[in-house]
């Protein structure tokens, strides 16, 4: 009996050891930046994005020092909007609310340009939503290391038919 437990607990150590050793030539094998999938498949390594010849004013920042900013703050956005944003006679017809869902680019200068809807309601309040943003003010431009970027932002604009 003792013998039967002694040449099954050396099996049991030498398969570990050849399939510890195996696994570590394989691993070895791979460069050193190269993760492996589950399916035994190489990642290809991160690779640093290539460099954009756009000028510094048509760069796009997402992430600034200073997120740019209406003039006189977001009261005085809130005012603005409530003031100049008309509801369109079809989305008053048929009873429409809701977002409108938008982005614009903000650039060094503070102006507006590119208005897009991202998610809209039909009925006229897209095009409303995006003549409203177009007739806003120049903003304070975002800022990254004190100086002035273009920055893109997204702006949901609501419509209440109620």
Not at 47 to 68: A, C, I, M, N, R
Not at 75 to 100: D, Q, R, T, W
Request: hydrophobic share 35%; with cysteine; charged share 20%.
């Amino acid at each position: 009996m003792k013998h039967f437990c002694f040449s099954t607990t050396f099996l049991v150590l030498t398969a570990c050891t050849v399939t510890c050793a195996s696994a570590q030539v394989r691993k070895a094998a791979l460069p050193a930046d190269t993760g492996v999938l589950s399916a035994g498949q190489p990642i290809v390594p991160h690779e640093t994005p290539p460099k954009t010849d756009l000028p510094s004013s048509e760069k796009v920042f997402g992430g600034v020092e200073q997120q740019p900013e209406y003039p006189g703050g977001t009261k005085a956005m809130y005012k603005f909007i409530n003031a100049n944003l008309h509801i369109p006679a079809e989305a008053k017809e048929a009873g429409i609310s809701g977002k409108v869902f938008t982005s614009f680019y903000i650039e060094v200068t503070g102006e507006i340009t590119k208005v897009t809807v991202l998610k809209g309601l039909g009925f006229g309040c897209d095009e409303e939503a995006v003549r409203m943003i177009e007739s806003m003010p120049k903003w304070k431009p975002g800022k990254v290391y004190s100086k002035p970027v273009r920055v893109k932002y997204n702006l949901p604009v609501s419509f209440d038919t109620r």
